[in-house]
């Protein structure tokens, strides 16, 4: 395998390993120990791990070896309302005209989630709101929007409230959902409604932000 292709292999296999919080945040990780995971020499492994620093995923404490870093509740109610930003900027040139709804997938990932979420499979549904965020986002024709979002989304989930998340007693009862508000977004959408689905989005903002800065997850 060139060289090239293994650096590549290891950002690849560490960063799934950080999103699927098989690594996660307080665990003191090494070069030699994750080289000798991936069955890799080290100099792929610094690579990807260079590579993981500057997306914000881990940090290098001197004597001390890498973290995976955590991303605080500030941080993700900053990236929480640039998303609501993006998807008012979708709704409004869909107003003006100038692009459209994909009506049928948005559904689809609606009810996707909510099968997931009454399974309680909640490392899925958190994945699957993401990418009806993503869809949603992607409806106002400008892509650099959906990959700031993407590359955001990607560091919150990578934080221990992503175990949060996935873990079934840290979700409290609720008499709202974020898969409640994706199906009146969808129906305001359906209905033409856009005023409304603005209306919706900043409800679901303030819904989300709350659920952060109390539990730590939305």
């Given at each position: 395998?060139?060289?090239?292709?293994?650096?590549?292999?290891?950002?690849?296999?560490?960063?799934?390993?950080?999103?699927?919080?098989?690594?996660?945040?307080?665990?003191?990780?090494?070069?030699?120990?994750?080289?000798?995971?991936?069955?890799?020499?080290?100099?792929?492994?610094?690579?990807?791990?260079?590579?993981?620093?500057?997306?914000?995923?881990?940090?290098?404490h001197k004597n001390r070896g890498i973290s995976i870093r955590e991303t605080s509740s500030r941080e993700m109610v900053d990236i929480l309302?640039?998303?609501?930003?993006?998807?008012?900027?979708?709704?409004?040139?869909?107003?003006?005209?100038?692009?459209?709804?994909?009506?049928?997938?948005?559904?689809?990932?609606?009810?996707?989630?909510?099968?997931?979420?009454?399974?309680?499979?909640?490392?899925?549904?958190?994945?699957?709101?993401?990418?009806?965020?993503?869809?949603?986002?992607?409806?106002?024709?400008?892509?650099?929007?959906?990959?700031?979002?993407?590359?955001?989304?990607?560091?919150?989930?990578?934080?221990?409230?992503?175990?949060?998340?996935?873990?079934?007693?840290?979700?409290?009862?609720?008499?709202?959902?974020?898969?409640?508000?994706?199906?009146?977004?969808?129906?305001?959408?359906?209905?033409?409604?856009?005023?409304?689905?603005?209306?919706?989005?900043?409800?679901?903002?303030?819904?989300?932000?709350?659920?952060?800065?109390?539990?730590?997850?939305?």
């Open positions: 395998m060139k060289i090239q292709n293994r650096e590549e292999d290891a950002y690849r296999q560490l960063k799934e390993k950080i999103l699927a919080g098989v690594l996660i945040p307080g665990d003191i990780l090494s070069e030699a120990s994750l080289s000798q995971g991936l069955g890799m020499s080290r100099t792929p492994v610094r690579y990807a791990l260079k590579q993981l620093e500057y997306e914000g995923f881990i940090t290098y309302e640039m998303m609501i930003l993006f998807e008012h900027s979708a709704v409004k040139k869909v107003k003006n005209g100038e692009t459209i709804f994909d009506i049928a997938a948005l559904k689809r990932l609606g009810d996707e989630a909510q099968i997931l979420r009454n399974e309680r499979q909640y490392a899925s549904y958190i994945e699957k709101t993401h990418q009806y965020n993503s869809c949603f986002i992607a409806s106002a024709g400008n892509s650099q929007l959906t990959v700031v979002y993407n590359t955001s989304w990607e560091r919150v989930i990578s934080t221990s409230v992503y175990n949060k998340m996935t873990h079934p007693t840290a979700i409290p009862k609720k008499t709202q959902t974020t898969v409640g508000f994706i199906h009146q977004l969808n129906q305001s959408i359906t209905d033409e409604a856009y005023d409304h689905t603005d209306h919706l989005l900043d409800e679901y903002f303030d819904y989300a932000r709350n659920q952060i800065l109390y539990y730590g997850q939305i």
